[in-house]
C-alpha cells in the first residue's frame, strides 16, 4: 500500500485551536517533510525532519518523528484562517532510490 | 529569486495537439522535478533530472516527453495526450542532497500548469 498514509483525511476546527495531523509509512526512510498546499496551487516546504531526530520546531509548528513506529505527526498551534490548506507528509525512502513519495494529505479548515 | 515558475498557468488541448509545459528556476539547484496532481490526490512523481540528466523515470507514458534544456529550464512536450491526463502538472526544484539524492533536501515548488485535455 501507499507509503506515507495520513490521518485524519479531513479535520475541522475553530481558529485558536490546535491542529494534529499524523502520518505512517512503510519502509527505512532518511527524511521526512510536511508540506501544506493551498487549494489548486504549489505546495509549500514547512519542515524537515531527519531519521536521527526525534522532534523538531519551527514558529507554531512541532513535527515529531518515531522511526519504530514509522510514523509522524505534525502539531499547528493556535491556528489561523490563513491555515486552511491541505497538508502533506512526504518520505524519501532510504533505499538507494531517489524518489519522494507524498502521503494521501488532510485537509485542514480552520474556521474562523 | 527563490521562486519556481511555470508557464502556462492553464492550457486546454485537444488529443491531437502538440504542447509544451516550461518551468524555470534560478535558485542554482540542480535537481528539478516533474508531478502530476490530480484532484484531491497528492502529487506523484513523474520524472527527476539530476545535473541536467534524467534520474527517474516512473513509467510514465511516452506522450509525455521531459527535457532539461540547463541547469535552469526543465520542459515537458506534450502529445497525443488523453483526457484523463487532465490534472495540475508541478515542477519542482531542489539542492542534490550530500548523501547524492537529490530528494533528501526539501524542494521548492512553482505554482503548475493546470492541464485539461478535451
Known amino acids: 500500500s501507499q507509503q506515507g498514509e495520513e490521518d485524519p483525511q479531513a479535520l475541522s476546527i475553530q481558529e485558536g485551536e490546535n491542529a494534529t495531523m499524523n502520518c505512517s509509512y512503510k519502509t527505512s526512510i532518511n527524511n521526512l517533510q510536511w508540506y501544506r498546499q493551498n487549494s489548486g496551487r504549489g505546495l509549500v516546504h514547512l519542515i524537515l525532519?531527519?531519521?536521527?531526530?526525534r522532534e523538531k520546531h519551527s514558529g507554531r509548528l512541532r513535527v515529531t518523528l518515531d522511526t519504530s513506529k514509522k510514523s509522524s505527526s505534525l502539531l499547528i498551534t493556535a491556528s489561523r484562517a490563513a491555515d486552511t490548506a491541505s497538508y502533506f507528509c512526504a518520505t524519501a525512502p532510504n533505499t538507494g532510490g531517489f524518489k519522494t513519495i507524498f502521503g494521501a494529505g488532510t485537509r485542514l479548515f480552520v474556521k474562523a | 529569486d527563490t521562486e519556481v515558475t511555470q508557464t502556462p498557468k492553464h492550457l486546454v488541448m485537444g488529443m491531437t495537439n502538440k504542447k509544451s509545459l516550461k518551468c524555470e528556476q534560478h535558485m542554482g539547484h540542480r535537481a528539478m522535478y516533474w508531478y502530476k496532481q490530480k484532484a484531491k490526490k497528492p502529487p506523484e512523481l513523474m520524472f527527476v533530472?539530476?545535473?541536467?540528466?534524467?534520474?527517474i523515470n516512473e513509467s510514465v507514458p511516452s506522450r509525455f516527453s521531459p527535457e532539461c534544456p540547463n541547469s535552469s529550464l526543465l520542459n515537458l512536450h506534450l502529445h497525443a495526450l488523453q483526457p484523463e491526463d487532465s490534472a495540475l502538472y508541478l515542477c519542482a526544484s531542489s539542492h542534490p542532497g550530500l548523501a547524492g539524492g537529490p530528494t533528501y533536501n526539501e524542494q521548492f515548488f512553482g505554482p503548475g500548469t493546470r492541464l485539461t485535455v478535451l
Open positions: 525532519i531527519r531519521s536521527n531526530e
Open positions: 533530472y539530476s545535473y541536467e540528466k534524467l534520474s
